[in-house]
């Protein structure tokens, strides 16, 4: 089963305009991170967040934290083609080592 | 490029067959996971390995096995192949054990099966 599942499934926006991802979870965590996959490559580590932190910014990236609501948002700002690609939010299960559990994951497409 | 290298990048192979996928973690990393990729299931974590022992294990088929060899580089086997497992496996590795921080993810291994 999967303990992260992210809103929406897919999204297209056009270039410039800020794209907003959500995810849920189910159990207490410790932290929260995301990645990103380009289509058929590996997946890359974008951000992580712990459970003491309430928003924290990577350049173009912002993600946000809410552990009352199980919830957190990657927000990407003036977005550009070459971000298209799937974002998928991971946590920690249980105490088995990093078992991270990903998420469905959005694809965005970000039109020229 | 994160470290990890992961072969082969694609094996096509038959029904009832055995295949072996081979992961390079990063210099230092002590943990390697593998997870599962396939278009119904999503991203099912498999298996870790930590400085060679099985730290965790997840949604993997008694017909899989994995191990991690002295020198770190880790191996899944695949046996008894059935049509559905078809997918991107990948490796990951990282410095701890614990549940602290990024994983590395290899460009995976894409196995076809016909």
């Known amino acids: 089963s999967q303990q992260g599942e992210e809103d929406p499934q897919a999204l297209s926006i056009q270039e410039g305009e800020n794209a907003t991802m959500n995810c849920s979870y189910k159990?207490?965590?410790?932290?929260l991170q995301w990645y990103r996959q380009n289509s058929g490559r590996g997946l890359v580590h974008l951000i992580l967040?712990?459970?003491?932190?309430r928003e924290k910014h990577s350049g173009r990236l912002r993600v946000t934290l809410d552990t009352s609501k199980k919830s957190s948002s990657l927000l990407i700002t003036a977005s550009r083609a070459a971000d298209t690609a799937s974002y998928f939010c991971?946590?920690?299960?249980?105490?088995?080592?990093?078992?991270?559990?990903f998420g469905g994951g959005t694809r965005l497409m970000v039109k020229p | 490029d994160s470290g990890v290298t992961q072969t082969p990048k694609h094996l096509i192979t038959a029904t009832g067959q055995r295949v072996t996928l081979r992961c390079s973690p990063r210099?230092?990393?002590?943990?390697v996971y593998w997870y599962q990729q396939s278009l119904d299931q999503g991203l099912q974590f498999l298996i870790q390995?930590?400085?060679?022992?099985?730290?965790a294990k997840g949604n993997i088929l008694e017909r899989f096995s994995a191990q991690q060899f002295p020198d770190l580089h880790s191996e899944l086997n695949l046996s008894s192949l059935e049509l559905g497992d078809s997918a991107l496996y990948f490796c990951?590795?990282?410095?701890?054990?614990?549940?602290?921080?990024?994983?590395?993810f290899g460009e995976g291994s894409r196995l076809t099966v016909l």
């Open positions: 390995y930590y400085n060679g022992e099985e730290r």
């Open positions: 990951a590795s990282s410095v701890a054990g614990q549940n602290t921080g990024e994983l590395f």
């Open positions: 159990t207490s965590i410790n932290n």
């Open positions: 991971a946590t920690p299960v249980g105490n088995a080592g990093n078992m991270l559990t």
């Open positions: 967040i712990r459970s003491n932190e």
């Open positions: 210099s230092g990393d002590l943990s």
